[in-house]
């Protein structure tokens, strides 16, 4: 059949009298349908594979101009009288009305086409697959288990047809039944990839991790080069929080696909949280080399190098992301590092080149602040307008930089405003009944407390803050009746967290060590929870043991190195305490305890120098962190300067 024979159907269907050569079609009927008779076979004996695609396409054009048909029944009376080859044409043209109205996001009409699709080619298994989707998407499970059976008995047991089946009974809840349709035939999901890894999604879902795990491996020493049942893997053991299993399992999908780009990172964070920095270094720079125009993959190459304490090989990877992408707010990433002079450089620029982006703005004023120049800070953190991303973040920081500045008023007004936009966040309560505090109004701050509370009743931060001002308060009876109530409210894990920290203020640390243990033992991987067992426990090693897990929950928080660093010092390990302290500092250098804590363990180990810079670290971040009590802000330093005449006597 050639493509000049579709015309005469399209004239027909739009109502036009047509005759020619050996075929001759039917007058048009009321309904609007017609049948088309052919009248000599020789035609459809010369229709060939290539003939029949290019009628389908060319039929499919031309009838888009024809008004569509919406009834069932009569396409159905259509696709029984038409003829073979014109079928497709019409499955076609449905298909694509469909993919129309689902760009317009217009479901019903895409569903309807879909089934006008299926009637002219009802054994598509492409048609019955997005139909199936389609109701899954729309939440109508009945419908799209029908459709996937109909799938079934009109294409067979073929494998993506199991995998449709199977899908749609997970969806509903059927999990037995879904792992039922693919291990049947036994042998299918052996030698099927796709079958495979949903097999063991299936019994992953039923909470049997160790059957998962054995499924996909058995897939892997079937698919050798696939990294996939290795990414699954993978993903398994850090959802379990085996990160060293998931980074093996990471090298060997990266080892079988060098160009995955998401194993690839996958993997250079899995270096990272098991403290392989090397590692991760190497591997973003082979991602970095691998995508020329990827300025993010140079970025976190400069952060691994200057983590590391290579600071001008993280200043070449730093350029090399601003000529990738000029527009980039490159300094952010040296924030968290405390490296700030090329943050600065590097957002003026990028400030320069888009004065109007909110971000940019945010991060300079950002920069300026961590490196003290406050009120050139404040002009750029007060040019974030209000319906920004960063509008309350950078409220905040106006408000730390006032205070630091001595204008207490102005940094109240600050936190205010931060408030208004956003009144239920627990982080902002917290600091704003800390300002309160400050200037003396403790029951203001009680009241901000107890209003926010009543927003966020789950929110747990807003309990510990109002506890801890009832016990400031000396209202004992108040704070006990506020544990009882969160008994009824929160879970285990948070009473028991709030009954620790209350022990802690009260200067309990043998309840403190018994409440924290319980409150591990109800949620293991709690950062917060291992933390605190580290703080409180007995013996060294209980406490070198606790931090080691906090780190491998957040390998980069400064607090669970630090809290590591401690412990390795009470153990004796002065020289890997130094290491760990002094990366914590270069993570958070305005935390005054932990460059304190560094100056300690760098004196007992003999490093008279580096214990002199570390107190000096810590007295200029004891400049920009005056606390509540004046007392006790003069006796922190009055300690540090003790501390700093000590080292410079001989021996």
């Known amino acids: 059949m050639r493509a000049r024979d579709i015309f005469p159907i399209a004239q027909k269907r739009a109502g036009v009298e047509h005759s020619d050569g050996p075929k001759t079609v039917s007058k048009a009927r009321p309904g609007g349908t017609f ?57 076609y043209r449905h298909l694509l009305r469909a993919e129309l109205a689902l760009v317009r996001a217009d479901l019903a009409t895409a569903h309807d086409e879909l089934r006008l699709a299926l009637v002219y080619d009802p054994t598509s298994l492409h048609l019955h697959e997005r139909l199936v989707r389609l109701a899954l998407s729309q939440g109508t499970l009945t419908k799209a288990r029908r459709y996937a059976e109909r799938a079934r008995a009109q294409v067979g047991d073929r494998a993506p047809v199991l995998r449709l ?227 309350v973040a950078a409220r905040v920081l106006m408000s730390r930089a006032l205070m630091r500045g001595g204008q207490h008023q102005r940094a109240e007004l600050a936190l205010e405003v931060a408030l208004e936009a956003r009144p239920s966040s627990a982080a902002l309560v917290d600091r704003y009944a800390e300002l309160l505090v400050r200037r003396g109004r403790r029951e203001a ?34 704070a006990r009746g506020l544990l009882k109530a969160a008994g009824h409210t929160l879970s285990a894990a948070d009473c028991l967290r709030l009954i620790t920290e209350r022990h802690l203020r009260r200067g309990k640390r043998a309840a403190a060590r018994v409440a924290a243990g319980r409150w591990v033992r109800a949620a293991p991987r709690a950062f917060e929870a291992l933390l605190t067992a580290s703080r409180v426990a007995r013996s060294a090693s209980s406490a070198r043991r606790w931090a080691r897990r906090a780190i491998g929950e957040r390998p980069r928080d400064p607090e669970a190195i630090a809290a590591l660093g401690i412990a390795l010092r009470r153990e004796g390990d002065h020289s890997a305490a130094v290491e760990h302290l002094r990366r914590a500092v270069r993570l958070n250098p305005w935390d005054a305890r932990i460059a304190e804590a560094w100056g300690d363990a760098a004196a007992a180990s003999g490093r008279r120098d580096e214990a002199r810079r570390a107190y000096a670290s810590a007295r200029r971040a004891l400049q920009g962190d005056r606390r509540a009590l004046k007392a006790d802000w003069r006796r922190d330093w009055r300690r540090l300067q003790r501390k700093r005449r000590r080292l410079r006597r001989p021996g």
């Open 445 to 478: 701050a009680l009241l901000a407390t107890q209003r926010a509370r009543s927003l966020a009743p789950l929110e747990v931060q807003l309990w510990s803050t109002e506890l801890r001002l009832l016990d400031r308060l000396g209202r004992g009876g108040a």
């Open 35 to 91: 049948a088309l008779r052919m009248m000599s076979s020789r035609v459809a004996v010369r229709s060939s594979t290539t003939s029949r695609v290019r009628a389908a396409l060319v039929g499919s054009v031309v009838a888009a101009a024809a008004p569509m048909t919406p009834a069932r029944s009569v396409a159905a009376s259509e696709g029984a009288t038409s003829a073979a080859p014109y079928a497709s044409a019409q499955a």
């Open 165 to 391: 089946v199977a899908e749609v009974a997970k969806a509903e809840g059927r999990l037995g039944d879904a792992e039922r349709v693919l291990r049947a035939p036994q042998a299918r999901w052996r030698s099927d990839l796709e079958t495979g890894l949903a097999l063991a999604h299936v019994v992953a879902a039923q909470q049997r991790r160790p059957a998962a795990l054995r499924i996909l491996r058995r897939v892997a020493r079937h698919h050798p080069r696939s990294p996939r049942p290795w990414i699954d893997i993978a993903n398994h053991h850090r959802a379990a929080g085996r990160w060293a299993a998931s980074t093996s399992a990471l090298a060997a999908a990266s080892s079988r696909a060098p160009l995955e780009s998401s194993a690839a990172r996958a993997l250079a964070d899995g270096y990272e949280r098991t403290l392989r920095l090397a590692d991760a270094q190497a591997a973003w720079v082979s991602i970095a080399r691998r995508a020329p125009a990827d300025a993010g993959a140079a970025l976190q190459a400069g952060r691994l190098a200057l983590a590391r304490g290579h600071r001008k090989r993280a200043q070449r990877w730093v350029e090399e992301a601003v000529r990738r992408d000029p527009e980039a707010a490159v300094g952010l990433v040296f924030l968290a590092e405390g490296w700030d002079p090329p943050a600065v450089a590097a957002l003026r620029e990028a400030v320069r080149r888009r004065p109007s982006d909110p971000a940019l703005r945010f991060g300079l004023g950002r920069a300026l602040a961590r490196s003290g120049r406050t009120w050139e800070a404040l002009g750029h953190l007060g040019r974030v307008p209000a319906g920004a991303e960063d509008y």
